[in-house]
């Protein structure tokens, strides 16, 4: 039985999806350590007090939403279909609608 070759990302579309990778890994770090500093440091930089949330509130959703952003940019190169939440810091192997694998073939 013949099984059919997988199909392989251009170089073009491979950068597209790297330069994605790095945007979500970048981020997902600043926003991690944002998170800590604001959980850590609210009450000493007087976003929050005892069970008033204050100005903490505002700023949790100004770090979260771009994650969401993020996500929902990510779009498979070869079929278009949206792959974001398949995907954690880096994008899925291979793109579950279309089968591509999400790698450029590799010359040898």
């Not at 979500?24 to 976003?47: E, T, W």
């Not at 994650?67 to 291979?94: E, F, N, S, T």
Request: charged content about 20%; overall charge positive; proline content about 6%.
């Amino acid at each position: 039985m013949n099984t059919p070759s997988p199909h392989y990302l251009t170089a073009e579309q491979d950068q597209q999806v790297r330069r994605w990778e790095r945007w979500n890994r970048r981020y997902f770090i600043f926003a991690f350590v944002a998170l800590v500093i604001l959980l850590v440091f609210s009450s000493q930089l007087g976003l929050s007090s005892g069970q008033d949330w204050g100005a903490l509130g505002p700023l949790l959703v100004l770090l979260i939403v771009p994650i969401i952003v993020l996500q929902l940019r990510l779009r498979c190169p070869a079929c278009d279909h949206r792959i974001g939440w398949q995907a954690k810091l880096q994008a899925p192997d291979q793109c579950r609608h279309c089968g591509t694998v999400l790698r450029a073939r590799q010359s040898r």
